[in-house]
């Protein structure tokens, strides 16, 4: 009795063993590779020490993503650095009727490489500009001309 439980314990273990981790799909990342269709270099504003590049264009799946590079840095300590795409280098918010040629991306929480998920739908090639405002003192701290 003895050896039929030893061997089913080693026969679920190896079975158990062999098995793969989950695949986990972030949908945050793109999927595949970015055919990248503009790109630029970010430009520093009011000593925040932005530096790197943005780049923008379709995953393999057709998702349109905004990607900053490894070399991406910018001042982090407010907590509140938004990263926007625009038609010019230029924030300009209307809150009561909002403002077409912006268009929100979301929070930078790192320096490095990150991955901005565009909104389905959006007219990218109608922003020329990625801007990182710092909402919490009202001021940009820099911005990439796509290109």
């Known amino acids: 009795m003895r050896k039929a439980i030893l061997f089913l314990a080693v026969v679920l273990f190896a079975a158990c063993s062999e098995d793969t981790d989950p695949v986990i799909i ?29 780049s923008i264009g379709p995953d393999t799946q057709g998702t349109v993503f905004l990607a900053f590079n490894n070399a991406f840095k910018t001042a982090l300590g ?6 926007y795409l625009s ?9 009561a009727n909002g403002n077409p040629n912006l ?21 990218i090639g109608k922003y020329s500009h990625v801007i ?8 940009p701290f820099g911005n990439a001309r796509l290109q």
Request: with cysteine; hydrophobic share 35%; glycine share 16%.
């Open 78 to 83: 407010t907590g509140t650095v938004t990263v």
């Open 103 to 123: 268009l929100l991306v979301g929070p930078v929480r790192n320096a490095g490489e990150n991955f901005f998920k565009v909104p389905t739908g959006a007219e």
């Open 87 to 95: 038609a010019s280098d230029t924030f300009t918010p209307d809150p």
């Open 26 to 54: 972030d949908s945050a990342l793109p999927n595949g590779t970015l055919s990248v269709q503009r790109a630029g270099t970010f430009i520093d504003q009011n000593g925040a020490g932005s530096a790197g590049t943005a």
């Open 132 to 139: 990182l405002w710092c909402g919490s003192v009202g001021i």
